[in-house]
């Protein structure tokens, strides 16, 4: 939820994130009864595995309810919207909300990412996320995907710039097999050399994949990131640049994690299950652990911690670059310019922060074509005045990315190349126009798709998880959706044009990709955001 008012990260998360959840193992365990038709104990062999499984017998019909079921069910039903937090004596945090169904999603979230790789080379953390779920000091690999696949889990590792997540998806009824290989893979890797090559081999592939795609929003928000916190925490790259591939040693992960992965930098948020077990299971698995690297760091000179806070810096990355042969085929895509415009916003825990979300959906946007219908934003400010308006406008979309200490607040468009002028004019002005009046149709629309969308989001037990585990991350606690609901429904059209403003006054950031030849300098674009008078008339002069 949290990360969902962000901007489209969330979304993303379920729907198109192609380097994230989206891109998954998924892996069932499935039973498989070798029985000829000859067979006179097939009755017996099923008996057999229905005693294994973790169902209920088929001979319990289904009107009839254990007593144990039944109250599991009262206990799901009377606090399935309350999320328990607990703290281990080592510093752990456990976080969990029951809910109602076979299947249970658990993991771990650490205060860990991109930006705290100041003292290691940039791009730590990519490689890192590529080697997890790999051998550990008690299992090889195949026992680590055999056990999970044994409850029929989906799992996952994936590292952003605030955050390290490791996520599985597996039947309640295996949750202390399934939180033991968690702790395994967290506390308790080997990353041998053969596991980090290929881990490295991997992030080449993804980045040269990356550089070939039609769609670069990944690169460009990367970039936007570096042109916004220059050198400094949120400016690391997520994606680790190739030429650091090499660089980075056995050493430096080991390293980086004896600081960063460590207990009272973690929080183990569970959906799906009573909070009590699941802290039982985190004392058996978490509280006496000690990890797999306590040898090897102290032969190793560790640096100092980074607790450095965001500083927004401001400025300009252009990439020239070829993309004519990036979609060929019968119908390609046309060779496009990327631009994308960043103002600086607030942190997520600021009391502006909901009227920033109102913002984002206000402007809202997505691609030149849509197969329409309710809920597609269809009515946003960047589909109605700017991709409905300008027919060589391929995509403009919004977009919001907030941290516990900064925030960036950014419009991504692109069109044909000779109108890469024309993008830079149009996003400017569409920035210009949140501080002008906000009608209450609009204002209205805007605040009921960011309710509905963060209420439909949440339906999704991984977002759940997910939003749990971020939430009590930074904060320490969890804000429930009632009380989002009531400050999205208490944002005003004055709060809208006053964040505007006050974002519209700080230096721009802008990146762009593709043939740059008629990009406007930055100093130009700087002098655009600030002409207020007349722009009505300079918007004009292209039309």
Wanted: with cysteine.
């Amino acid at each position: 939820m949290l990360n969902f008012l962000r901007g489209n990260h969330l979304l993303n998360l379920i729907v198109d994130r192609p380097c994230e959840l989206s891109k998954r193992r998924f892996n069932k365990s499935t039973t498989t009864l070798n029985c000829s038709k000859s067979d006179n104990n097939l009755v017996e062999k099923i008996r057999n595995v229905e005693q294994k499984s973790c169902q209920p017998s088929l001979k319990l019909p289904l009107i009839e309810k254990s007593p144990s079921d039944q109250n599991l069910n009262e206990s799901l039903l009377k606090h399935s919207n309350t999320t328990t937090i607990s703290r281990l004596s080592n510093g752990l945090t456990i976080a969990s909300q029951p809910l109602f169904g076979e299947f249970s999603t658990l993991g771990l979230l650490i205060n860990s990412g991109s930006r705290y790789e100041s003292h290691y080379p940039s791009g730590l953390t990519h490689i890192l996320q590529k080697v997890s779920w790999g051998s550990t000091r008690s299992f090889n690999q195949d026992d680590v995907f055999s056990q999970l696949e044994k409850y029929g889990s989906v799992w996952d590792c994936q590292t952003q710039r605030d955050v390290f997540i490791y996520a599985i998806s597996a039947d309640s009824c295996g949750l202390s097999d399934v939180v033991k290989v968690l702790s395994e893979v967290v506390l308790s890797p080997n990353i041998s050399d053969d596991e980090i090559n290929i881990a490295k081999d991997t992030v080449r592939y993804e980045l040269e994949d990356l550089n070939v795609q039609p769609d670069p929003e990944p690169l460009l928000v990367d970039m936007l990131h570096s042109a916004a916190y220059i050198k400094n925490s949120l400016g690391f790259n997520r994606l680790c640049p190739s030429e650091n591939i090499d660089v980075i040693t056995r050493d430096h992960i080991i390293s980086y994690l004896s600081q960063y992965h460590v207990p009272e930098r973690m929080v183990l948020a569970g959906v799906g299950m009573e909070h009590e077990y699941l802290v039982d299971l985190a004392k058996s698995h978490f509280q006496d652990v000690e990890p797999s690297w306590q040898t090897s760091v102290k032969h190793l000179k560790v640096p100092s911690l980074d607790d450095s806070y965001a500083q927004y810096i401001g400025g300009h990355l252009y990439q020239n670059k070829d993309m004519t042969k990036l979609a060929m085929g019968p119908t390609p895509i046309p060779e496009l310019t990327h631009v994308m415009i960043g103002l600086e916003s607030c942190p997520f825990e600021h009391p502006d922060f909901i009227a920033y979300a109102v913002l984002n959906m206000l402007l809202g946007g997505g691609s030149s074509f849509s197969a329409g219908g309710p809920g597609k934003g269809m009515y946003s400010r960047l589909y109605t005045n700017v991709l409905n308006r300008y027919h060589w406008m391929y995509s403009a979309s919004a977009t919001h990315h907030a941290y516990l200490d900064s925030g960036l607040f950014a419009i991504h468009a692109s069109a044909p190349p000779r109108h890469t002028r024309d993008i830079v004019r149009v996003v400017i002005n569409e920035f210009l126009n949140t501080t002008q009046d906000i009608g209450k149709v609009e204002l209205l629309r805007s605040k009921n798709m960011l309710k509905s969308m963060l209420l439909m989001n949440l339906e999704s037990r991984t977002v759940v998880f997910e939003d749990i585990g971020r939430q009590v991350l930074a904060t320490g606690k969890r804000r429930e959706p009632e009380s989002l609901l009531e400050d999205i429904d208490s944002v005003t059209a004055m709060d809208v044009q006053r964040v505007a403003s006050t974002m519209i006054n700080r230096k721009p950031t802008v990146v762009a990709m593709g043939d740059m030849t008629s990009m406007p300098k930055y100093k130009e674009i700087c002098d655009m955001m600030l002409k207020t008078e007349g722009r009505k008339g300079w918007l004009r002069s292209f039309i």
